[in-house]
């Protein structure tokens, strides 16, 4: 379902006075206990209240059903109800009546300094009945919530300060699109995770991988609870856990991640176990080691629970080594059952060290589920084991230019672009473009899997992206480092190449200067600083 439109309104002290007030509990007119709105926000009010309501001899009134969610996902329907007729002592002023009658307004959440402002927020969606939540200052400002949500309360906010009460709907469709991107990303993960318990994400660098991890780690534990939405308070029912045979640990109650990066120093011993030193004030003793695979095998061991381990930068370590004989034993149908026992003929038994630092038998669960992340284009690494590699279910993701249109505001990419750009989206649209230019030449260099994704862009949240030229400018020059020091890695020391993905020549931004040296031709780019007067020339000059 998609979130088509949003009605802000700041809680303050007064507001909190009347939710706890104990007089005058008119229905209509102008009571103490009510929450107040410019009669600006009167026509969203109207699209959220679409019944209206007359009773003889009283003003008449608009009923709406809303939903919300406390703190344990329980969800509750009330009918709330509008006044969408001014007074005469209050012109220009609508109200929401009887406020203290209604729980969502009575479970006001307990916050402190830190927490900065509390807003409620309405949120009407495609289908279903509109929702109500709270969510704080620092929330809005760390994606607490629903991103989408937050980055357009952000967006909105900025442009209305003062106001207390502030409707938005731009943008919010094309959010929404990118969400449900990544939604389908995690659900295909969660899914093969069920399946084939180890799942290894790759492709190229920037294009989504951590963003899709923390997803599905918030997925996962959050069907333990209750069925809600996985971006965090925001508690709309999700489809995502509608399968429970394709869901990891299908119903089980008690859930955990397990998080982990690989790099040179990971060991066998800080991922199963083994010994490690401790020192004495005399002398050394050792213990056995709690490795974060051994806590996560542990974990889903116990009744009615499921574990989940992430290693992100998997080609970092030597994960073969670090893995050791379980290599043989962490594949789908060389675990134990369901039921925690061993099947005949399938599972495999290993040996690590127990607690008192003798070899024992060991299996792993059933319900240990392992998602990986990796960067095949990382060239300061060697390439994974095959045999090793053969063990995992991979998803490779690659750069998305949709995803970028949309991040931008872009319908589709340009064919034509001006000698200078007149709005923000001139701007974004030449970084596209050039884009998709610089990784169509890096794919034909060194392939698919070097190019570059569309996260090297996306920088700060939607709603904070500049709209006007100059802001825009800054904005793609402050991220073109990253793309530039891409290239020199991907074609490290191969001058021609990277000439070449950044079409230097006569009459480019990208000079090339010819040299003897040491009896033979080499060429020397020109590299110039990019900053906001020259980038846009820059992208100009990227796409010939």
């Known amino acids: 379902m998609a979130i088509t439109e949003v009605l802000c309104h700041e809680i303050t002290e007064a507001d909190i006075r009347k939710i706890n007030a104990t007089s005058n509990d008119a229905l209509t007119g102008g009571g103490a206990r009510d929450l107040r709105f410019s009669i600006d926000c009167a026509p969203c009010l109207n699209r959220f209240f679409p019944q209206e309501v007359s009773y003889e001899g009283h003003t008449p009134y608009r009923i709406g059903e809303f939903e919300h969610y406390d703190a344990s996902g329980n969800r509750t329907v009330e009918l709330v109800r509008y006044a969408f007729q001014p007074t005469d002592a209050r012109p220009r002023e609508v109200r929401i009546a009887q406020i203290s009658k209604l729980g969502f307004f009575l479970d006001l959440p307990e916050i402190n300094e830190n927490d900065g402002v509390l807003f409620m927020a309405f949120i009407r969606k495609t289908d279903g009945i509109p929702q109500a939540q709270y969510l704080t200052e620092r929330q809005i400002a760390a994606d607490g919530g629903n991103p989408i949500i937050c980055a357009a309360m952000r967006e909105a906010l900025n442009k209305h300060k003062g106001n207390k009460a502030v409707v938005f709907s731009a943008e919010l469709k094309r959010g929404e699109e990118m969400q449900d991107e990544l939604m389908g990303e995690a659900n295909k993960i969660l899914e093969f995770l069920a399946e084939d318990k180890n799942v290894l994400l790759t492709g190229a660098p920037a294009t989504g991988k951590t963003t899709l991890l923390n997803m599905v780690e918030r997925l996962f534990l959050q069907r333990g609870e209750t069925i809600i939405d996985p971006y965090g308070p925001v508690a709309f029912p999700s489809s995502a856990a509608s399968d429970a045979d394709a869901f990891p640990g299908k119903s089980c109650k008690n859930r955990k991640v397990f998080r982990t990066t690989f790099h040179q120093g990971t060991k066998y011993r800080d991922f199963?176990?083994?010994?490690?030193?401790?020192?004495?004030?005399?002398?050394?003793?050792?213990?056995?080691?709690?490795?974060?695979?051994?806590?996560?095998?542990?974990?889903?061991?116990?009744?009615?629970?499921?574990?989940?381990?992430?290693?992100?930068?998997?080609?970092?370590?030597?994960?073969?080594?670090?893995?050791?004989?379980?290599?043989?034993?962490?594949?789908?149908?060389?675990?134990?059952?369901?039921?925690?026992?061993?099947?005949?003929?399938?599972?495999?038994?290993?040996?690590?060290?127990?607690?008192?630092?003798?070899?024992?038998?060991?299996?792993?669960?059933?319900?240990?589920?392992?998602?990986?992340?990796?960067?095949?284009?990382?060239?300061?690494?060697?390439?994974?084991?095959?045999?090793?590699?053969?063990?995992?279910?991979?998803?490779?993701?690659?750069?998305?230019?949709?995803?970028?249109?949309?991040?931008?505001?872009?319908?589709?990419?340009?064919?034509?672009?001006?000698?200078?750009?007149?709005?923000?989206?001139?701007?974004?649209?030449?970084?596209?473009?050039?884009?998709?230019?610089?990784?169509?030449?890096?794919?034909?260099?060194?392939?698919?899997?070097?190019?570059?994704?569309?996260?090297?862009?996306?920088?700060?949240?939607?709603?904070?992206?500049?709209?006007?030229?100059s802001g825009a400018l800054r904005y793609i020059a402050d991220c073109w480092p990253v793309v530039d020091a891409h290239i020199e890695e991907v074609f490290f020391n191969d001058k021609e190449a990277i000439a070449f993905v950044l079409n230097a020549g006569e009459g480019s931004f990208f000079k090339v200067s010819d040299f003897t040296f040491a009896g033979r031709q080499v060429i020397a780019i020109e590299q110039k600083y990019v900053t906001a007067q020259n980038v846009y020339s820059m992208l100009l000059s990227l796409l010939g």
């Open 272 to 469: 199963v176990r083994g010994l490690i030193p401790v020192p004495g004030s005399d002398s050394v003793r050792f213990e056995v080691s709690k490795g974060l695979l051994w806590q996560a095998a542990e974990y889903a061991k116990h009744p009615d629970s499921a574990s989940l381990l992430i290693i992100d930068e998997i080609n970092r370590g030597p994960a073969v080594s670090i893995f050791g004989d379980i290599i043989s034993a962490f594949e789908a149908d060389k675990r134990l059952g369901d039921d925690g026992k061993i099947i005949p003929g399938k599972t495999v038994t290993v040996q690590i060290l127990n607690d008192n630092a003798q070899l024992e038998d060991y299996q792993l669960p059933s319900r240990l589920y392992i998602l990986a992340a990796m960067n095949q284009a990382d060239s300061s690494v060697e390439p994974m084991d095959a045999a090793f590699m053969r063990r995992w279910r991979r998803v490779k993701l690659s750069p998305s230019i949709a995803s970028l249109c949309n991040y931008f505001g872009i319908e589709r990419q340009k064919t034509e672009h001006p000698n200078e750009p007149m709005t923000a989206k001139d701007v974004y649209a030449a970084a596209v473009d050039a884009l998709t230019n610089i990784n169509y030449k890096i794919g034909l260099g060194r392939g698919d899997d070097y190019k570059i994704g569309q996260g090297v862009f996306m920088k700060c949240p939607k709603g904070e992206l500049p709209q006007d030229v």
